[in-house]
């Protein structure tokens, strides 16, 4: 910095004032563009801003200008690609989404979706083994959810003489046909097929992430067979815990269930 002002150190701190507001408000911008330009495109954007300064004092000679013309047009090309550049950029080998699949056939595995967003990168992740076509929402490789896939609908009350009382049921045999759920951390859907298979007549279904969100309504709608949008069934994008208190609805609760990464609530009664 007292390189592009010799004039000393007596102006130092407002030029690191400067840098350090100038770094905070590109984070910020990157955030925010991050959904509609894509992760990568904007790490080479970034490298190119990078760039041209530190050759600036070489266009005098045609050495930097070519330098700098041929540096431009390499990310102008990887930028090109940046979906085949994204889809190669994998989580470390210790994350769920490869151990999960590890004894599993690369050939029976396939990874549908991939992408950043301003919280955390989504993968879905399509196999043959399990349920037919069974398809796995990971959360930065890690922490996962499945997804409800070709659900029978209109959901099909639980049959308690031949199914299991699995933990992410059970509230509804201590509960039939609940008046309202609420179920916090959506992901694939499946906590809302319980609930109207339950027999809930309303379900406030709230999930955070916005690319979690967005998928079960858009391109993964026909797959879940529009279970998002089933009469009942209100989706919304915003923090699960500040729901109850964000609106002048207020929910009852009988009984919860917590299974990482998602949390859901059985409702007794939703008053406003």
């Known amino acids: 910095?007292?390189?592009?002002?010799?004039?000393?150190?007596?102006?130092?701190?407002?030029?690191?004032?400067?840098?350090?507001?100038?770094?905070?408000?590109?984070?910020?911008?990157?955030?925010?563009?991050?959904?509609?330009?894509?992760?990568?495109?904007?790490?080479?954007?970034?490298?190119?801003?990078?760039?041209?300064?530190s050759l600036?004092?070489?266009?005098?000679?045609?050495?930097?200008?070519?330098?700098?013309?041929?540096?431009?047009?390499?990310?102008?090309?990887?930028a090109v690609f940046d979906e085949t550049i994204s889809s190669h950029i994998r989580p470390e080998p210790g994350k769920a989404i490869n151990l999960e699949y590890r004894n599993v056939d690369?050939?029976?595995?396939?990874?549908?979706?991939?992408?950043?967003?301003?919280?955390?990168?989504?993968?879905?992740?399509?196999?043959?083994?399990?349920?037919?076509?069974?398809?796995?929402?990971f959360i930065d490789g890690d922490a996962w959810t499945f997804m409800q896939v070709?659900?029978?609908?209109?959901?099909?009350?639980?049959?308690?003489?031949?199914?299991?009382?699995?933990?992410?049921?059970?509230?509804?045999?201590?509960?039939?046909e609940p008046e309202s759920v609420l179920v916090i951390g959506t992901g694939g859907g499946v906590d809302v097929y319980n609930a109207l298979r339950a027999g809930a007549k309303r379900i406030d279904a709230v999930e955070i992430?916005?690319?979690?969100?967005?998928?079960?309504?858009?391109?993964?709608?026909?797959?879940s067979n529009a279970l998002m949008v089933q009469p009942g069934v209100h989706a919304w994008r915003e923090e699960g815990r500040s729901k109850p208190t964000s609106t002048p609805c207020r929910w009852t609760s009988a009984r919860s269930r917590t299974t990482a990464p998602s949390f859901s609530t059985m409702i007794d009664r939703r008053t406003c």
């Not at 600036?56 to 990887?78: I, M, P, S």
């Not at 396939?110 to 069974?134: H, Q, Y």
């Not at 003489?161 to 992410?168: D, F, G, R």
């Not at 992430?209 to 797959?223: G, S, V």
């Open 150 to 176: 070709d659900p029978q609908l209109p959901a099909t009350p639980y049959d308690a003489a031949h199914e299991s009382v699995l933990i992410n049921k059970s509230p509804y045999f201590f509960k039939q």
């Open 209 to 223: 992430n916005p690319t979690t969100f967005r998928i079960m309504l858009e391109e993964y709608r026909e797959a």
């Open 56 to 78: 600036v004092y070489e266009l005098k000679n045609r050495t930097g200008q070519f330098l700098l013309a041929a540096c431009l047009a390499l990310l102008l090309v990887l």
């Open 1 to 53: 910095m007292r390189l592009v002002t010799p004039a000393g150190q007596r102006h130092i701190h407002v030029l690191y004032f400067a840098d350090l507001t100038g770094a905070g408000t590109g984070c910020i911008i990157f955030l925010l563009a991050m959904q509609r330009a894509g992760a990568v495109n904007l790490v080479l954007l970034v490298c190119a801003l990078v760039l041209v300064p």
């Open 106 to 137: 690369p050939a029976d595995v396939e990874i549908e979706l991939s992408e950043w967003n301003t919280i955390s990168r989504i993968d879905v992740v399509a196999s043959k083994i399990g349920f037919p076509c069974e398809k796995g929402i």
